[in-house]
């Protein structure tokens, strides 16, 4: 008994070798109870080695339909509540935390650092990989603010190579708010001399926590708690080098797309700059962006966007204050999945 089970092992260990077979993945408990997370090593880039990591609600068994959240800027995979929400409706749920963010940061990178946003890609096709050898026939792919900005780039320059069934954007960052003079004249400047100077500072870390984040925050004026540490209450230094990827990544979804797959595009109805000073409007507005550039640059995605604005949301919808805006945000999410039906492409 014991040669046969040593010999099994030996056959399964050989098989993951050659295979790459997902039996293979070392799957364990996630910093959320009811979640479990996979690294997934991403060789090196210019600061070294860098690793991405899988997150995944734990189910009794695979479904065939599966969503994966990628998170935005300055954020991780926190918000079990929309996990457990994808799960309750007969959906597997993954979450992707991207290199040099939240669980994926490593000792000796700097926090978001990014040079090209197809540095990116590498993680993104290899948890859809991973997805699909788990059983999943159909996959939704849904994201936040810059993830929505890193994920429509994918989807439009590898031709939707993974036959993700819809995209569901939750405020993507399509533009800077920023006033004209800034993006006309400032920014083209700055961006100008990235190349040269990527690691130089445009914008420190603030000196107390963004308005925003007092809005997100149960211990100032909102309903979630989180890790400070991965989702940086008073920011992080922005260099140059992570403002001109973002730049080139907006001109061209500024200059439209030519995506396929149904699309939903979700934003608050209005936005709102608090400069610095926190009043009730700020619990009921996009804090962060400019809904008008998120709605109309979203519109150039393809030609199946279906547009929401939800009342009183906040920048992250799925975060919302304003219990009618969140249950709305979910209302519209799961009306768009369920208006998909697996015989319509």
Request: proline share 5%; with cysteine; aromatic share 10%.
């Amino acid at each position: 008994m014991k040669i046969q089970l040593r010999q099994i092992i030996l056959i399964l260990v050989l098989g993951c070798v050659l295979e790459g077979a997902p039996l293979c993945a070392q799957w364990r408990a996630d910093i959320l109870p009811g979640y479990s997370q996979l690294t997934l090593p991403m060789g090196a880039d210019y600061s070294g080695e860098v690793v991405a990591t899988l997150v995944r609600r734990d189910r009794t068994a695979p479904a065939e339909r599966a969503l994966l959240y990628v998170h935005g800027y300055n954020d991780y995979f926190f918000q079990a509540a929309l996990g457990d929400s994808i799960a309750a409706h007969g959906m597997d749920f993954y979450a992707l935390d991207l290199r040099k963010y939240g669980r994926s940061i490593m000792p000796h990178q700097d926090p978001f650092e990014v040079k090209d946003l197809k540095e990116y890609y590498e993680e993104l096709r290899a948890a859809m990989k991973e997805i699909r050898s788990e059983g999943a026939k159909e996959i939704y792919l849904m994201a936040h603010s810059t993830g929505g900005l890193i994920t429509s780039l994918y989807l439009e320059d590898t031709k939707n190579s993974d036959s993700i069934r819809a995209l569901i954007l939750n405020s993507p960052f399509f533009d800077f708010n920023l006033t004209k003079a800034q993006e006309k004249v400032l920014l083209p400047l700055v961006t100008s001399v990235a190349g040269l100077f990527p690691r130089i500072i445009i914008l420190p870390p603030l000196k107390k926590p963004h308005v925003y984040d007092q809005s997100l925050l149960k211990q100032y004026y909102g309903r979630w708690e989180y890790d400070t540490r991965w989702k940086k209450a008073l920011g992080h230094p922005i260099r140059l080098g992570w403002l001109r990827a973002i730049r080139r990544g907006h001109k061209r979804v500024q200059k439209g797309l030519q995506l396929q797959m149904p699309i939903l595009l979700m934003s608050s109805d209005k936005s709102l700059r608090s400069h610095g000073v926190w009043s009730e409007q700020c619990a009921q507005a996009d804090l962060v962006l400019d809904v008008e550039d998120i709605q109309r640059y979203g519109q150039r995605l393809g030609e199946r966007v279906e547009a929401h604005r939800i009342p009183h949301g906040l920048h992250d919808l799925f975060l919302s204050s304003d219990t009618t805006a969140y249950r709305e945000a979910y209302r519209t999410l799961f009306s768009f999945i369920d208006s998909l039906s697996p015989s319509h492409p």
